[in-house]
């Protein structure tokens, strides 16, 4: 029994893993989207891009550990779309060859939440 229940607490940790790095991955492509549609919004390189990613996943999931609201557009009505433009702006200050404009990161935030709600597949964690 004990066997088993190993087994199941490696799997669910595995999972954990590649939840994690979907997790990047599809908050990776929805940014390079968002990048993309957006004026006023760049990113360098694929690396800048990959880092941007893991600095919004860790703030998002700040976020939410802490005030309990999900930082998607569409997460949480106007407060969620304040929260993505927030985060989208502030991200330019951890990672190098990323910059965006305020008016760049309302935009952003609306295309953002647009894109990643027709990208399949649960977010969450």
Do not use: C, E
């Not at 968002?34 to 600095?55: H, K, M």
Request: charged fraction near 5%; glycine fraction near 8%.
């Amino acid at each position: 029994m004990s066997n088993t229940q190993s087994n199941t607490n490696s799997s669910s940790g595995t999972s954990t893993v590649w939840q994690i790095v979907g997790r990047l991955i599809t908050a990776a492509i929805v940014l390079a989207i968002t990048a993309f549609f957006t004026p006023g919004f760049s990113i360098n390189n694929i690396w800048t891009l990959a880092i941007a990613a893991i600095v919004l996943t860790i703030m998002d999931y700040l976020i939410v550990k802490i005030t309990g609201l999900h930082a998607s557009p569409f997460g949480k009505g106007f407060v969620g779309f304040a929260l993505a433009a927030i985060t989208l702006y502030l991200t330019q200050f951890f990672v190098t060859g990323y910059s965006i404009s305020w008016m760049a990161a309302i935009i952003g935030a609306l295309i953002y939440g647009v894109v990643d709600y027709f990208i399949p597949g649960n977010q969450q964690m």
